[in-house]
Structures are given as structure tokens and as C-alpha cells.
DNA sequence: TATAATAATTAGACAGCGTTCAATTTTAAC
DNA sequence: GTTAAAATTGAACGCTGTCTAATTATTATA
């Protein structure tokens, strides 16, 4: 998955690789649906570790180290990171047990560094909406549509449009978030 | 493809539907990934339809009608719009010759409307990167994961943060885009 | 109109895919 | 050592994208 991305991956292949058949791949994982999603559960724990560490080496910024890590891991797995929105399995798919749990453990982190730069506010509901704006600045830039249009500045471009939520939505005064 | 998607769909299909067979498709469009990039060459062209469309109906805010069209394009031609997305040619695919400027006109139609908001400020730069945040926002919604972590009103929030951007941007006064 | 040249269309062949399942091998328990 | 349970296998099925030789249809020319 790492390698040929989600178009290229196959069961069979995985089965090849790690010295089984293709039977007892579906044996543990039912269908390639949930052994993607199993991929996908990994990622999303790789994905907190590294937003984790580059929290812990943060400066005073805590907000632009928070987009460089979630730059930075897509940049650096972006086949990994891809395969987790590519993927659509079916609504009825039962999830693996560490999905969502893995899922909420990284959506906390944001949550929390949100709360600390904007105490009054909502955390979670700009937290869901700011992954988001960074999410979509991520996938033009990874899928190629920031380059057809000219921009080359990525991070930058995200990282100004967050800073101007936390502004809007800062507690007292609502033009920045320095007096 | 506006029915199964772009996971399901597959060329013989076509073939099948319009009563022609496989070989006259790959002679016609050279392969499946030249045949997806049709169909979403035409996509955009729609989707610049509707928008025109929702632009020629709006009030006096334009850009709440911007996101409205935006989202409504989206949510009313689900497959059609993440097949854009979904799709990942090799990079060397040739682009139908109406590709880039279909998606160029696209994005023409918000850059106007940010021009005139915004009157003094980069409007292509705040276009890609206000396009970049609704898009966020509307794959999260259309993708399942906003139902996944609560948020109720991905239109709401994507305007929100768009408004917050274009009031930081605005000309004179830095707190909003009425005296 | 008859013929030659060009274009359009076809369907079979190939390798690979996800999925299923009866048969087999390995492991564990007694 | 024998039996019960678990794990593993790979062939079979229908599907996919892709290629290509053969065929048909169309057009231009004599």
C-alpha cells in the first residue's frame, strides 16, 4: 500500500509478500475491504505518533507545528494517507475495533491544542472544521490540483487560513490573537 | 459512473450501455484512465453550469451562494464529483483538451466573485486556497467523515470560514466586511 | 459503377483481480 | 497415539483493463 498507493493495491499481492495464500488472507480479514480498513486503522495510530512528536519538540506556535505534522506525514506517506480517503467500503463494513477509537485519539489532539488557543470557543465543532480546511489545502496539494493552479505554497496558504479562524474566533478582542 | 461511482465503473459497462463494443472504446479514448478524465472533463463543465446558474439567481451574498452551489453540485451529483478526486491518472496521461480549461473556468467564477469581495487582496491565491477549504469541508461531508466525528453543518462551517478569511483579507477595516 | 484505400468496429486472448470453498495440513488436547 | 479443532491451501468462477488480428463499413478514385 506504502508503495503502489490504493489503485495498486491487491490482496493477492499482500498475500505473495508475506508467504501466504490468498485463502487465508480472506480467512483473517473477510474481504479486501476490511483488510484495507485495517491498513488504514494502522495509519491513523502512525499518523498521532507523529503529530505527537512534533508536538513535543514544539515551540511557543503550537498551531503551525500542528499543520506541518499533518503536512508532513501526508508528504511523507502520501500513499498511506491517500488510501484513507480513497477508500469507500461499503456503509455496512464493520470497522476494526482500534479504528475509531485511533481516529477520535487523533481528531483529540487538534481538539486540545484548539481549546488551548481558543479557551472560549467551541474546540471540537473548529476542530472537525479546521481539520477539514487543512485537509482539503493537503489533498490539492498532494493530488496535484495546487500545482495545475499555480500554487506553491501549500502549508502556507493553510496555515494563514487557520490562523484567521482562531482570530475570528478568538475570545476577547476578534483582530488577532497578540494585544 | 453517476450511478456505482468510480470504484465501479469499468469500461466494459460503457461498452455494454451505448452498444458498442469493448475495442471501439479503447480505440476512441486510448484507455480508462484518458475515458475517466473525459467524463470528468464534462463534469467540470456541468458544475460550471450550475454555478453560473446559482450566481445568476443570488442576492447580494454572493458568496453564501458560492458555497450553496459548491455544496449543492456536490451532494446532487455525488459520483460525478468524487470521481474527480478519486481518479489518479499517471501522470503522464495526456489531458482531453478541454481539461484544463473546463477547470480553469471553474475556478474563474470564484476568483471573480473574491475579486469583488475583496477588492484590494490576491484574489487567484485566496480563490485556490477558499476553494481548497470548502473542498475540505464538502469531502468530509459527502466522505462520511464529518457524520463520523458529530458535525451536523458542514455548509455552515465551511461558510464560516471562508467569511473569516475574506473579513481578514478585507481592504480597510480588519474586523468584517461592513462598517 | 467497380475498385481501391481508408476508417471504424469487433470479439477473442491474456493476465490479473476479489471472492468462495472443499480439501488438506498443522496444531492442540486427551 | 488418536482424535478434535484450527489453520492453511489453491483451484475455480466471473469479472476487469488492455492489446491485436480480423472483419466490416465508409469514402475516394478511376
Given at each position: ?49 507523529a503529530m505527537r512528536d512534533h508536538l513535543a519538540v514544539a515551540g511557543e506556535d503550537r498551531i503551525a507545528a500542528l499543520v506541518d505534522a499533518y503536512f508532513d506525514f501526508a508528504e511523507g506517506h502520501p500513499h498511506l494517507w491517500m ?97
Amino acid at each position: 500500500m506504502a508503495e503502489g498507493g490504493f489503485a495498486a493495491f491487491s490482496a493477492r499481492e499482500v498475500a505473495k509478500r508475506i508467504g501466504y495464500s490468498i485463502g487465508t488472507i480472506y480467512n483473517v480479514f473477510g474481504s479486501l475491504d476490511r483488510l484495507v480498513l485495517a491498513i488504514n486503522s494502522r495509519t491513523f495510530g502512525l499518523w498521532a505518533d507523529a503529530m505527537r512528536d512534533h508536538l513535543a519538540v514544539a515551540g511557543e506556535d503550537r498551531i503551525a507545528a500542528l499543520v506541518d505534522a499533518y503536512f508532513d506525514f501526508a508528504e511523507g506517506h502520501p500513499h498511506l494517507w491517500m488510501a484513507i480517503y480513497d477508500h469507500r467500503p461499503p456503509a455496512e463494513t464493520p470497522l476494526p475495533e482500534d479504528y475509531l477509537p485511533r481516529r477520535a485519539a487523533l481528531l483529540g489532539l487538534v481538539e486540545s491544542e484548539i481549546a488551548r488557543a481558543v479557551p472560549g470557543a467551541d474546540a471540537a465543532a473548529l476542530a472537525r472544521s479546521l481539520v477539514a480546511t487543512v485537509h482539503g489545502h493537503c489533498a490539492f496539494a498532494l493530488g496535484g490540483t495546487f500545482a495545475l493552479l499555480g500554487e506553491r505554497d501549500p502549508r502556507g496558504a493553510a496555515l494563514a487560513r487557520v490562523r484567521e479562524t482562531l482570530s475570528a474566533n478568538a475570545p476577547r478582542a476578534s483582530g488577532g490573537d497578540r494585544p
